[in-house]
């Protein structure tokens, strides 16, 4: 057996501290052993993720134009609208932070379309004391005790971080509220603003333009109406795409592959394989090795 790896497997799912809950989605840490090269496709879900790695890299390739992104054992990855493959090989150790997008435009205080559509380094946004914390998270001997870590360092930040502006914050939320269907012109009207200044607006605080926001959170609102029995057709039409074909047509382009492929890979993966970060999304499959 390979020194490191064994068959055993920890997800630990945890929650910030009251006062950084809403900004703060939560925590999810982590140890897999591979001895294979193990792939995982993960979706477009509305998330902000800072992944803190203690161990091997991963490798991550664009699901849609299939290409590689990066290779780190730490990443941020932001509010995409295509689908990515984390591929990784030997002992895969660390802690995810989970971040609404305006949290995340907080605690980095940089523009977000800076950095939203690429995987990169934490530290290039956080700086490098983000090194000595994930050293002490890597020390820590449980994972309460990485979780409270991660409230101290996360509170500071987003106490003192920029704010959105108020109308993207609400725009935010109301597509949120409504899975995505609220027109982008009702959005502009409600804020005051015009259709092009809310979307340049938004897309340099959120990472997305709203029309590009909004069908990530259809998207998200179809699957999990496929997860709860619905027939694609009508999760389609239930989530606000036109029709079956539109919605094939969108989830190919977002995710590489065809409804049924991915339907496929949940129904038939183990619990084990089921990773998704939050639990009222859907948001990955793993694939054949």
């Known amino acids: 057996m390979t020194p490191g790896l064994s068959d055993d497997r ?17 925590y999810r840490g982590f140890r897999f052993g591979a001895r294979t090269p193990r792939c995982r496709l993960l979706v477009p879900d509305g998330v902000v993720k800072v992944m803190l790695g203690f161990a091997a890299p991963v490798d991550v390739i664009d699901a849609v134009a299939p ?30 932070i989970l971040l609404s997008p305006p949290a995340a435009y907080r605690l980095f205080a940089v523009p977000t379309t800076e950095w939203a ?13 983000l090194t000595e914390l994930t050293e002490r998270l890597a020390e820590c001997p449980d994972w309460p005790g990485r979780f409270t870590l991660l409230d101290q360092a996360l509170a500071t930040r987003l106490d003192t971080g920029p ?8 725009a935010w939320e109301e597509l949120r509220r409504t899975g995505g269907r609220t027109p982008v012109r ?13 979307e340049r607006w938004f897309r340099e605080q959120i990472g997305l333009t709203p029309k590009g926001a909004a069908q990530v959170l259809r998207m998200q609102s179809a699957l999990r109406l496929k997860r709860a029995g619905m027939p694609w057709a009508m ?9 079956q074909p539109h919605f094939s047509h969108t989830f190919k382009t977002m995710i590489g592959c065809t ?14 394989d089921l990773l998704d970060f939050l639990p009222e999304q859907v948001t990955s499959i793993l694939l054949a090795q």
């Open 235 to 243: 999760a389609a039409t239930g989530a606000g795409f036109h029709d």
């Open 163 to 170: 704010a959105c502006r108020p109308e993207v914050a609400w």
């Open 67 to 96: 290409r590689r992104l990066a290779a780190a054992a730490s990443l941020v990855n932001g509010l995409r609208s295509t689908a990515t493959i984390g591929q990784h090989q030997g002992l895969l150790h660390g802690v995810t």
């Open 186 to 198: 009702e959005l502009a009207s409600s804020t005051g603003w015009s259709r092009r200044h809310l």
């Open 10 to 26: 920890e997800l630990v799912r945890g929650l910030p501290s009251p006062a950084l809950r809403g900004a703060v989605l939560g």
């Open 259 to 272: 409804p049924g492929r991915f339907h496929n890979g949940r129904s038939t993966g183990t619990p084990d």
């Open 117 to 129: 559509q690429l995987p990169l380094d934490p530290a290039d946004l956080l700086g490098p004391g």
